[in-house]
């Protein structure tokens, strides 16, 4: 995906909207230099009852929780970031795509401590389809076990979705393709099973679902939360709080990543060992089924998770 031949003129910045080329900043900026930001990812689903916002509230708290550790004070309300996203949507005439805020220390001196770097604030949206391809949400990716380790959440808090704390997910990343796999999958300093470097992990065993717990180092995800809560409503046993080792991987029945970006990938081998028959499982597709059901319908149940871009 290239923004070359993106179609979307303008970006939110600072309380007004620019022209998309124009959305720039200067070279000393705090967080280009020390990636003292954070930022959402956020999808906007083409519902049968119109473009709503998967999970919007969860999404912005999760920016202002994100923020706490670094004392970024984000300069403006929720209800205003609120309003600039549904506006730049309409404005955009975007129907489903992806919705990128950010928020980051600008410029005013450079060394570590912020100081008065005055907090910069800026929402983007593009259409983006299937972060790893069509093909990798019915058939499954190949991944490889990243030689990186996951930082601790004493070395970078890792439920916030820290600018800077990305270099992680970029190594693994790079590592993944080099060797020519799909994605990498992050062990956490105890050699446990961490994330992705965009997605959280769901192991299946025995008809019943793990996922890694929120002490692993690992990004609360809404995805995940969402997913859990989708597989409980569907009869399943959900252990939220696992510890899943490296072994376990390979002996699964059934392994799949979640995120905003990745929505529900299902993952069909894990260091050339074949998980499972080697394609998508059939706990998988059952709460894949779910989930794309819920965010092309917008069933009543789950009515209130969707915030609405009226036309
Ligand atoms: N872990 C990490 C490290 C992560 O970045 C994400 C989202 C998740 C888990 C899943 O969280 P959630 O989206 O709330 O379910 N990754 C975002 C960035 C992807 C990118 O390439 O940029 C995303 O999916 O938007």
């Keep these: ?24 900043i ?34 912005l708290q999760r920016l202002y929780d994100s923020a706490k550790p670094y004392d970024i004070d984000i300069p403006f309300e929720p209800d205003e970031l609120t309003e600039a ?25 450079l060394g570590l401590h912020p100081g008065d770097c005055p907090e910069r604030v800026a929402i983007a949206a593009w259409p983006w389809g299937a972060y790893l391809g069509e093909d990798a ?36 990343s790079l590592e993944a393709t080099d060797n020519d796999y799909r994605e990498a999958l992050i062990l956490n300093k105890e050699g446990n099973v ?59 029945d059934e392994l799949f990543f979640t995120g905003t970006a990745a929505e529900v990938t299902p993952i069909r081998s894990v260091d050339d060992t074949q998980i499972g028959a080697g394609t998508k499982g059939p706990v998988t597709d059952d709460i894949q089924s779910a989930f794309f059901n819920i965010v092309e319908n917008q069933p009543a149940e789950y009515d209130d998770w969707f915030y609405p871009v009226e036309r």
Excluded at 43 to 49: G, K
Excluded at 141 to 161: E, F, G, L, Y
């Design 194 to 252: 961490a994330e992705g470097p965009g997605e959280n992990l769901f192991l299946i065993r025995d008809g019943e679902i793990y996922t890694t717990g929120l002490s692993e180092s690992i990004l609360d995800g809404i995805t995940r939360r969402s997913v859990i809560e989708i597989a409980r409503d569907l009869g399943y046993t959900v252990h939220d709080q696992a510890t899943i080792s490296r072994g376990e991987l390979y002996t699964a």
């Design 85 to 109: 996203t549904v506006e730049l949507i309409r404005r955009e005439g975007l129907d489903s795509c992806y919705i990128r805020p950010i928020v980051f220390y600008g410029y005013d001196m």
């Design 1 to 24: 995906m290239s923004f070359d031949d993106m179609d979307v003129d303008s970006i939110w910045m600072d309380g007004e909207f620019v022209d998309w080329d124009e959305a720039e």
């Design 137 to 172: 949400l019915e058939n499954g990716i190949d991944v490889m076990i990243s030689s990186w380790r996951k930082h601790a959440s004493s070395q970078i808090p890792t439920n916030s979705k820290t600018t800077g704390a990305y270099v992680n997910s970029v190594l693994a």
């Design 26 to 59: 200067h070279v000393l900026t705090h967080g280009l230099h020390y990636g003292t930001g954070v930022f959402e990812g956020v999808r906007c689903y083409d519902t049968a009852d119109g473009p709503a916002i998967f999970r919007w509230e969860e999404h």
